[in-house]
């Protein structure tokens, strides 16, 4: 019994060490203390990404890793490349002493690239007069944006990307944020221009789904067709484009000047004479260069052309017969900058055409343009229908004018816009220097007699004859320097139809008769501000010793006030509800206003009156009493009776 009782004892200690040996199951553990498995994040770049253990794996033991694109581990990845998230389980596989060992998970996200550029090009195709299609890469203007050349034709606009791969989506709107980003509301179905002043904002966007989306905005318009000028006769030819191309083709054209031109004293025939007809609606580019020594006569409104084999006939037409006298007459739609006029010699007499007597002669001269017109109809695209000048120069200049109604500015004779946005009706750095102006009123027909006498004046303007309309004008940056103005507010002589003989003006104004009270308004900016215009901007303009002589028959009929002469733009300026606009302190801004601007300048108002003795028959020689080059009377004791004799409102005697 003792012995049995022995052995029973000893088995049951090997089993219990057995169990403790061996396990539960009777297998090991591995140990994978040191084995991690970590999330990663890579970015696209074509290649294949993995997640490593990191550590040692036990003898014996292997691992297995499968990718998965969803976290629930059904949809297995070969490799790991596109832009994504993906889950990763790594399998492990030991000998059969051991357990099953845990399996590792971690994620692996491959982000986007992105692109290193977006190039792209634009391309307008178009048909030609022969119905076939046309390609036409646009060009790049130096500022980021890109043109095409106008011809007259629809262009239809499509993207081009020489960057490889990815998908490219344009979208094209009209407008475009302050930042340059695209307004959404802007959005445009078109992708088509055609005149000048068209344009069109085209969003381009590049993605893929390796690549986060990259987009570009390229603006792209249409610019005039550029017509170089070398030559006189070249600068004649912008006349003759007036009777050979429409004004559809005009409007889109660049005249480009490419070198000074001398005129040799030749007599100019100003582009555009005629009332209503005949616009300049196109651009003149003068590229900084100058147009020299021409004259303006009577035969600059009235002359032939030879055009295409054929003679052009050129003469203010009816029912107003208005005369437009300066390098440009009448314009619309156009642009005129960088160019400078010197030695410009003006000598003109409205009595010298005898045009018909039937309606009021009006004469205007400005020497780059003589009226600014405001037409819609000749607008193209987004173009404005009013005309800009900027950085525009008259200097050396000597004009001589007689006239009935005269509107006379060194560089504008009428402005007749009208523009709610000043910044695309441009009036900017106009110089006006040594120049001589001398401006009598005449009368304009032998009829002297008929129902339009009573507007006959005079406003003379350093930069500006008249501003008559114009919602809003900015003259900004504008200088006349060394200006001589003489004004002469009475007429030089009247003819009597039913006598055929000559009146002497001065007899007729001590009579109390015609031409005692005709207005002289002188401005050394503007001449005369009409009510037409609704507000009017004078910005950092300077005028530096204008001199003037102002003839009249009484002092009231003379208005001078520096920088403008008669102000028919009153009241406060007025917002959409018809409140005063305020300045920072609360005050009322002007209709009229002059901000930073400087007058230095005299000027002398002379009253002037006479009679011819009795006996002295009338003539046009002795019945002008504006003898000798500076309008001065001069008292001749053999024709004039010394009682009616007044110079500066002192009576002359022998």
Same mark, same amino acid.
Request: charged fraction near 20%.
């Given at each position: 019994?003792?012995?049995?009782?022995?052995?029973?004892?000893?088995?049951?200690?090997?089993?219990?060490?057995?169990?403790?040996?061996?396990?539960?199951?009777?297998?090991?553990?591995? @140990?994978?203390?040191?084995?991690?498995?970590?999330?990663?994040?890579?970015?696209? @770049?074509?290649?294949?990404?993995?997640?490593?253990?990191?550590?040692? *794996?036990?003898?014996?033991?292997?691992?297995?890793?499968?990718?998965?694109?969803?976290?629930? =581990?059904?949809?297995?990845?070969?490799?790991?490349?596109?832009?994504?998230?993906?889950? $990763?389980?790594?399998?492990?596989?030991?000998?059969?002493?051991?357990? #099953?060992?845990?399996?590792?998970?971690?994620? *692996?996200?491959?982000?986007?690239?992105?692109?290193?550029?977006?190039?792209?090009?634009?391309?307008?195709?178009?048909?030609?007069?022969?119905?076939?299609?046309?390609?036409?890469?646009?060009?790049?203007?130096? @500022?980021?944006?890109?043109?095409?050349?106008?011809?007259?034709?629809?262009?239809?606009?499509?993207?081009?990307?020489?960057?490889?791969?990815?998908?490219?989506?344009?979208?094209?709107?009209?407008?475009?944020?302050?930042?340059?980003?695209?307004?959404?509301?802007?959005?445009?179905?078109?992708?088509?221009?055609?005149?000048?002043?068209?344009?069109?904002?085209?969003?381009?966007?590049?993605?893929?789904?390796?690549?986060?989306?990259?987009?570009?905005?390229?603006?792209?318009?249409?610019?005039?067709?550029?017509?170089?000028?070398?030559?006189?006769?070249?600068?004649?030819?912008?006349?003759?484009?007036?009777?050979?191309?429409?004004?559809?083709?005009?409007?889109?054209?660049?005249?480009?000047?490419?070198?000074?031109?001398?005129?040799?004293?030749?007599?100019?025939?100003?582009?555009?004479?005629?009332?209503?007809?005949?616009? &300049?609606?196109?651009?003149?580019?003068?590229?900084?260069?100058?147009?020299?020594?021409?004259?303006?006569?009577?035969?600059?409104?009235? =002359?032939?052309?030879?055009?295409?084999?054929?003679?052009?006939?050129?003469? #203010?037409?009816?029912?107003?017969?208005?005369?437009? *006298?300066?390098?440009?007459?009448?314009?619309?739609?156009?642009?005129?900058?960088?160019?400078?006029?010197?030695?410009?010699?003006?000598? &003109?007499?409205?009595?010298?055409?005898?045009?018909?007597?039937?309606?009021?002669?009006?004469?205007?001269?400005?020497?780059?343009?003589?009226?600014?017109?405001?037409? #819609?109809?000749?607008?193209?695209?987004?173009?404005?229908?009013?005309?800009?000048?900027?950085?525009?120069?008259?200097?050396?200049?000597?004009?001589?004018?007689?006239?009935?109604? /005269?509107?006379?500015?060194?560089?504008?004779?009428?402005?007749?816009?009208?523009?709610?946005? %000043?910044?695309?009706?441009?009036?900017?750095?106009?110089?006006?220097?040594?120049?001589?102006?001398?401006?009598?009123?005449?009368?304009? !027909?032998?009829? &002297?007699?008929?129902?339009?006498?009573?507007?006959?004046? +005079?406003?003379?303007?350093?930069?500006?004859?008249?501003?008559?309309?114009?919602?809003?004008?900015? =003259?900004?940056?504008?200088?006349? +320097?060394?200006?001589?103005?003489?004004?002469?507010?009475?007429? @030089?002589?009247?003819?009597?139809?039913?006598?055929?003989?000559?009146?002497?003006?001065?007899?007729?104004?001590?009579?109390?008769?015609?031409?005692?009270?005709?207005?002289?308004? $002188?401005?050394?900016?503007?001449?005369?501000?009409?009510?037409?215009?609704?507000?009017?901007?004078?910005?950092?303009?300077? $005028?530096?010793?204008?001199? /003037? /002589?102002?003839?009249?028959?009484?002092?009231?009929?003379?208005?001078?006030?520096?920088? =403008?002469?008669?102000? !028919?733009?009153?009241?406060?300026?007025?917002?959409?509800?018809?409140?005063?606009?305020?300045?920072?302190?609360?005050? #009322?801004?002007?209709?009229?206003?002059?901000?930073?601007?400087?007058?230095?300048?005299?000027?002398?108002?002379?009253?002037?009156?006479?009679?011819?003795? %009795?006996?002295?028959?009338?003539? %046009?020689?002795?019945?002008?009493?504006?003898?000798?080059?500076?309008?001065?009377?001069?008292?001749?004791?053999?024709?004039?009776?010394?009682?009616?004799?007044?110079?500066?409102?002192?009576?002359?005697?022998?």
């Amino acid at each position: 019994m003792k012995k049995h009782f022995m052995y029973y004892v000893s088995a049951f200690v090997l089993c219990m060490l057995s169990v403790v040996l061996l396990g539960a199951c009777g297998k090991k553990d591995y @140990d994978m203390s040191n084995i991690s498995l970590s999330d990663a994040t890579f970015t696209y @770049d074509g290649n294949a990404h993995t997640i490593e253990l990191k550590g040692e *794996l036990p003898n014996g033991v292997t691992a297995d890793y499968k990718y998965y694109s969803d976290a629930t =581990y059904e949809t297995e990845v070969t490799s790991p490349v596109d832009a994504g998230k993906y889950y $990763v389980v790594v399998k492990f596989t030991g000998d059969a002493k051991h357990n #099953p060992i845990e399996d590792k998970t971690a994620t *692996l996200t491959i982000n986007k690239a992105v692109y290193p550029n977006l190039d792209v090009t634009l391309r307008a195709t178009y048909l030609d007069d022969d119905n076939q299609e046309k390609t036409v890469m646009a060009k790049d203007n130096g @500022d980021g944006t890109l043109y095409l050349e106008s011809i007259n034709k629809e262009y239809t606009i499509s993207v081009n990307s020489t960057t490889p791969n990815g998908t490219v989506t344009t979208e094209f709107y009209n407008e475009l944020n302050a930042d340059g980003t695209v307004k959404e509301s802007s959005k445009s179905l078109s992708n088509k221009l055609t005149n000048y002043g068209d344009k069109v904002h085209i969003k381009i966007t590049l993605s893929d789904e390796n690549h986060e989306p990259i987009s570009v905005v390229r603006t792209i318009t249409i610019e005039r067709k550029t017509v170089e000028i070398r030559t006189y006769e070249d600068l004649e030819n912008m006349n003759k484009d007036l009777f050979t191309k429409s004004i559809e083709e005009r409007v889109n054209l660049r005249y480009l000047l490419l070198n000074d031109i001398d005129c040799e004293g030749k007599v100019w025939k100003t582009i555009g004479v005629n009332f209503g007809q005949d616009y &300049f609606v196109s651009e003149f580019n003068g590229n900084g260069h100058t147009i020299s020594n021409f004259k303006l006569t009577e035969q600059s409104v009235v =002359y032939t052309l030879e055009v295409n084999g054929e003679t052009k006939t050129v003469t #203010p037409n009816t029912p107003n017969q208005c005369v437009h *006298l300066g390098f440009f007459g009448y314009i619309a739609s156009a642009e005129i900058h960088d160019v400078t006029f010197d030695n410009v010699n003006v000598k &003109f007499d409205m009595r010298a055409l005898m045009l018909s007597d039937d309606n009021s002669r009006y004469t205007y001269y400005g020497t780059v343009f003589a009226r600014a017109e405001y037409d #819609p109809s000749f607008a193209a695209g987004s173009i404005s229908s009013c005309t800009s000048i900027y950085n525009v120069t008259v200097k050396n200049s000597n004009i001589d004018i007689k006239a009935a109604k /005269a509107y006379i500015g060194g560089i504008i004779g009428i402005e007749h816009n009208k523009n709610t946005n %000043e910044s695309t009706f441009l009036r900017k750095n106009l110089k006006v220097e040594d120049v001589n102006m001398n401006v009598s009123l005449c009368h304009w !027909s032998k009829k &002297f007699l008929n129902s339009n006498e009573s507007y006959d004046r +005079i406003s003379i303007g350093g930069i500006v004859g008249e501003t008559q309309s114009g919602d809003v004008v900015v =003259y900004e940056d504008c200088k006349v +320097i060394n200006l001589n103005v003489v004004g002469k507010g009475y007429y @030089d002589v009247l003819y009597n139809e039913s006598t055929g003989a000559f009146i002497n003006t001065v007899s007729a104004m001590n009579g109390g008769g015609y031409g005692t009270n005709k207005p002289l308004s $002188v401005g050394g900016i503007l001449g005369w501000n009409r009510s037409g215009a609704k507000e009017i901007t004078l910005k950092n303009c300077e $005028v530096t010793n204008l001199t /003037a /002589a102002l003839y009249v028959k009484s002092k009231a009929h003379a208005q001078f006030n520096g920088l =403008y002469g008669e102000n !028919s733009v009153q009241g406060n300026r007025q917002d959409s509800n018809g409140a005063d606009i305020v300045d920072g302190e609360g005050n #009322p801004i002007p209709a009229l206003y002059e901000e930073n601007c400087t007058f230095t300048g005299t000027t002398g108002i002379y009253i002037l009156g006479g009679k011819l003795k %009795e006996g002295v028959t009338p003539s %046009e020689d002795n019945a002008n009493i504006a003898l000798g080059d500076n309008a001065g009377f001069v008292y001749t004791p053999d024709k004039y009776d010394p009682n009616y004799v007044y110079v500066n409102g002192v009576l002359v005697t022998e």
